[in-house]
């Protein structure tokens, strides 16, 4: 039982509660309400939105009572998992996670892997037998905590390439444990070459370190323009969720993925599911790993009707569709995270009819929900004239766009005033958000359509195409090249959203609007008592 129902929340599969996301987050909230429902959860706790906002009110001092507070929620992780934070034989990890009352996803910090060190990855290997994924994940958490402290994103890329050189490997998932546990001592070496400190060793230190981490990154300069952006305040605060880790990155029986239970740029009912086997969520949101998905349906059958039945299970207790984050450890499923999900406005129209007449809403709800929309803006754009596409990739929205070409973010916030921008990246990161806010579309040969950053672009309405292998990318030449041509920065292209195709120059394409479905949220508006 929490000694402290207002600070502190603990949850796991058939103990859940409905509490209020203003005090916990979304994410935890939302965890609780799944726990409750039986679904398959990681066990976690979770601390109030006060810790973070008492931390700011002490000049970003944390709270007295928070190690009595993690304390508690590791204690009862530990009873609940029979494992061991900071144990040798077997060891318990966690994941930390932000979480504010309002959804704003990849704009604050998640540290994975928690409580790994030397020790614990000897304790790892012997519960698991895979030093392989034991020193992937410590590599991993390496990585995650250099972030934390502020270091270059790139740090480690010089030795990740050195390794793969040496070893002969054309991807990281090509590099075996020995492999791994030399990059991981290269990390190590780095890491106090560059912060003159040791990494934190001591699990409880580590998890310590996380939470203040979690708690600064509320107030990180793109958490903040992101609430700028979206009218939000900044004085909500962010919970901190911790929970068992499960592990994608296990083996071939194993992986991370996402579903939206609708397609969120047409509103059909039929999900969109991305996976990638063999490694973990965070792989898959933000775009670190190469984008080429793997048919789950083809893999893991099994698995992949029980996440369907998931998402029909929360489509209901939600009365929305959602944005459903997942992770397979050795053909189990896991939920890790379930909210309202981003939609383009068409989908809006279309979902919240479609709720109505499954009687999951009523006409009010839904009224409601559509009030911000500008009905007269809403159209469908499609190519209109015979072309060849140079490239094709994923469609990830609706919608063509024409602009000049744009492979940085400042060089789209120089050129956005005189013409329209095609922002082209190959890894679209939170950090791109201002490029996004000018640019019309965006052309992402890694990416994959359910990102963080992904999402954040098709929420705002731009066109996007995701995943297109026969498009080469030179971001330091400011040029891709694509059908044996040369495109440089500044030159036109057109983007086609809905099918995925790239054309060379201003393509000419027509807007009509979706008359029958207007038509019907009109009807649907009027029948309501003024």
């Not at 990855?121 to 037998?129: A, K, N, P």
Request: glycine letters at 10%; charged letters at 25%.
């Amino acid at each position: 039982m929490a000694s402290d129902p207002e600070r502190i929340l603990l949850f796991r599969r058939g103990l859940g509660a409905e509490v209020p996301a203003t005090r916990f987050g979304n994410k935890a909230a939302n965890l609780a309400r799944m726990a409750g429902l039986e679904l398959p959860v990681p066990p976690g706790f979770a601390l109030s939105v006060d810790v973070c906002r008492e931390y700011y009110r002490r000049g970003r001092h944390l709270p007295d009572d928070l190690p009595g507070l993690l304390e508690e929620g590791i204690d009862f992780l530990e009873k609940t998992t029979g494992l061991e934070f900071g144990g040798r034989r077997n060891p318990l990890l966690v994941s930390v996670r932000s979480g504010s009352a309002v959804s704003m996803p990849g704009m604050m910090t998640t540290v994975l892997n928690v409580g790994l060190n030397r020790e614990t990855v000897s304790g790892l290997i012997l519960r698991r037998g895979n030093p392989r994924f034991a020193w992937d994940s410590y590599r991993r958490l390496l990585e995650n905590f250099a972030e934390v402290v502020g270091l270059e994103a790139g740090l480690f890329s010089g030795a990740v390439r050195a390794e793969m050189t040496s070893e002969g490997a054309l991807d990281q998932g090509e590099l075996d444990f020995r492999a791994l546990r030399e990059l991981s001592e290269k990390y190590e070496r780095l890491l106090r070459q560059h912060t003159g400190l040791a990494f934190p060793s001591e699990a409880r230190g580590q998890l310590s370190a996380a939470a203040r981490a979690v708690l600064e990154s509320w107030m990180s300069p793109r958490a903040r323009a992101f609430r700028l952006t979206n009218g939000l305040d900044d004085t909500g605060g962010t919970a901190v969720t911790v929970q068992a880790m499960v592990y994608g990155n296990l083996g071939p029986g194993s992986g991370a993925g996402v579903m939206f239970t609708r397609n969120p740029w047409t509103g059909e009912d039929r999900p969109v599911i991305d996976f990638k086997r063999g490694v973990q969520g965070e792989d898959v949101v933000s775009q670190s790993r190469t984008s080429r998905t793997n048919d789950l349906a083809s893999l893991f059958p099994e698995v992949h009707r029980e996440l369907l039945d998931g998402g029909l299970r929360l489509e209901r207790a939600f009365r929305d569709m959602q944005d459903v984050e997942f992770t397979i450890e050795d053909r189990r499923l896991y939920l890790l995270q379930t909210r309202a999900g981003a939609r383009e406005p068409l989908a809006a129209l279309r979902i919240a009819l479609d709720l109505v007449h499954a009687g999951w809403i009523d006409r009010a709800e839904a009224a409601r929900r559509l009030e911000r929309i500008d009905l007269d803006s809403i159209s469908i754009s499609e190519v209109a004239e015979a072309a060849s596409p140079i490239a094709e990739g994923e469609a990830a929205s609706i919608g063509v766009a024409s602009g000049t070409l744009a492979f940085s973010t400042p060089k789209a916030l120089e050129m956005a005033p005189r013409s329209p921008v095609i922002l082209v990246r190959n890894d679209l990161v939170a950090d791109d958000l201002p490029a996004l806010q000018v640019a019309v579309g965006a052309i992402v040969p890694r990416g994959s359509r359910t990102s963080h950053a992904i999402v954040i672009a098709r929420q705002m309405g731009k066109v996007v195409v995701v995943h297109c292998p026969g498009l080469e990318i030179d971001e330091d030449g400011r040029r891709f090249r694509a059908s044996g041509r040369e495109y440089l920065e500044g030159d036109p292209v057109t983007v086609d959203g809905a099918t995925g195709r790239i054309y060379a120059g201003t393509v000419h394409f027509v807007r009509r609007p979706p008359t029958e479905l207007i038509e019907d949220v009109r009807r649907l508006r009027t029948a309501l008592p003024a």
